[in-house]
């Protein structure tokens, strides 16, 4: 018998910890202004942000392929977070060598991290919903998720006042080093927390097909036929369309205030005061099926942080701006972690997981012809054309079910 407790507990702390790591490298706020201290490029600003979200598109299927016949899959998760620790640390131990005496190789180093961290995530996601969704009935797993968010974004806090702190008192870019290593090392106690959770046996697994080839072409025939989930890969897409524009609006207040590193790190715990006060209603709603309430609000939120973003160049307004961020991608990632799994079969729950989250991680790369827009036509229509995204997606998210 699975002690529920006990795996609760654990998925907050992987969470929290987890938080801690990434946030110094949100792709909002410093990881911008670590590549633009290598480099003054908008379009590798946009590269270097999909590197670290969208690493993963391809593998999630190819890991569905192989994880739908599975009975367990903590052992394989664990080599996922070796990955992960590895690679994150790695990146602070290069840029602390090689730094601004040879900056190309610093970048590539850089990206070979960020790439590696973001393509194991691709197995990791699948295998992490797969012992979730085993673990946790659906009442219990919105509330246990809606929880992991909260106390993340207490880490995530926690987070920014550090970065604060050692981007403040310390040169740049071994101040990048020093946070990529530590928080590394914070991510490893989340990483040993998580695999501790007792995994129970799956009974009702699927039979493998003869190719690869074979299950792709099966699996994107589910989306032909099932609406859903059609409906629900769509919106999700469309939901990714503020990393369109949000890499590039801390580079825009570089330009128009006094962003010292006490503000930057301000920044990120205001973005993830966001997420941990939304997530007291995300929880409740999830708690009572109403994800796609959620989903529905989270677009809204964001059009209006673009639309404060195009208008207003005040520190303020730049507070408020995070924070509506934090609570809108908080938002997204609840609801459509809990939708997937509602809609999805058991025995081919590792198939839908992966088909949405292969397809709308396109949406990760959104920030490359951001980065393109920007360099052409400036921040005024770079705010349009993501304000026209979020749009499409709003209308789309009424035809959510659940």
């Known amino acids: 018998m699975v002690d529920r407790f006990s795996s609760h507990i654990?998925?907050?702390?992987?969470?929290f910890f987890l938080a801690v790591a990434t946030t110094i490298a949100e792709p909002s706020t410093v990881l911008p202004l670590i590549v633009h201290h290598?480099?003054?490029?908008n379009i590798l600003v946009g590269i270097f942000a999909s590197l670290l979200r969208g690493g993963a598109i391809v593998v999630q299927l190819y890991a569905a392929f192989n994880a739908q016949t599975y009975k367990v899959v903590m052992p394989y998760l664990k080599r996922v977070f070796l990955a992960r620790f590895l690679s994150w640390f790695g990146i602070g131990a290069a840029i602390y060598l090689f730094g601004e005496s040879y900056p190309t190789l610093t970048l590539v180093l850089i990206a070979v991290g960020l790439f590696i961290f973001s393509f194991s995530a691709g197995f990791g996601a699948i295998y992490f919903k797969e012992i979730l969704a085993k673990v946790f009935s659906h009442k219990f797993?919105?509330?246990?998720?809606?929880?992991?968010?909260f106390f993340a974004g207490f880490g995530a806090i926690l987070s920014g006042a550090v970065t604060g702190y050692i981007l403040q008192h310390f040169q740049a870019p071994q101040s990048y080093a020093y946070l990529f290593m530590i928080s590394a090392i914070l991510m490893g106690f989340g990483l040993v927390a998580f695999s501790t959770i007792e995994e129970p046996i799956k009974e009702n697994v699927s039979k493998k097909e003869k190719s690869f080839k074979e299950f792709l072409k099966?699996?994107?025939n589910y989306i032909k036929v099932d609406k859903a989930l059609k409906y629900q890969i769509i919106t999700i897409l469309l939901s990714y369309g503020y990393l369109f524009a949000m890499p590039f609006v801390i580079l825009e207040a570089k330009e128009k205030i006094d962003l010292s590193g006490y503000f930057v790190g301000t920044l990120i715990s205001v973005q993830m005061s966001g997420a941990i006060i939304s997530n007291l209603l995300w929880g409740k709603l999830s708690s009572i099926r109403r994800n796609k309430i959620i989903v529905i609000i989270s677009f809204i939120v964001l059009i209006i942080a673009f639309l404060l973003a195009a208008?207003?160049?005040?520190?303020?307004?730049?507070m408020v701006i995070f924070f509506l961020f934090g609570m809108a991608s908080d938002g997204f990632r609840l609801a459509a972690n809990n939708l997937i799994l509602i809609i999805a079969p058991e025995e081919k729950r590792p198939v839908y997981v992966a088909l949405q989250a292969n397809i709308t991680s396109l949406g990760l790369f959104f920030s490359i012809p951001g980065g393109?827009?920007?360099?052409?036509?400036?921040y005024d229509i770079l705010y349009i054309v993501t304000l026209l995204i979020?749009?499409?997606?709003?209308?789309?998210?009424f035809r959510l079910r659940e």
């Not at 654990?10 to 969470?15: A, E, P």
């Not at 393109?372 to 400036?378: D, I, K």
């Not at 979020?390 to 998210?397: K, P, V």
Request: aromatic share 20%.
């Open 10 to 15: 654990k998925n907050i702390l992987h969470g």
């Open 38 to 41: 290598f480099s003054s490029s």
């Open 141 to 149: 797993r919105g509330i246990t998720m809606s929880y992991r968010q």
């Open 218 to 220: 099966k699996s994107f």
């Open 311 to 318: 208008l207003f160049k005040e520190k303020i307004v730049y």
């Open 372 to 378: 393109f827009v920007l360099r052409y036509f400036g």
């Open 390 to 397: 979020l749009s499409i997606g709003l209308l789309f998210s």
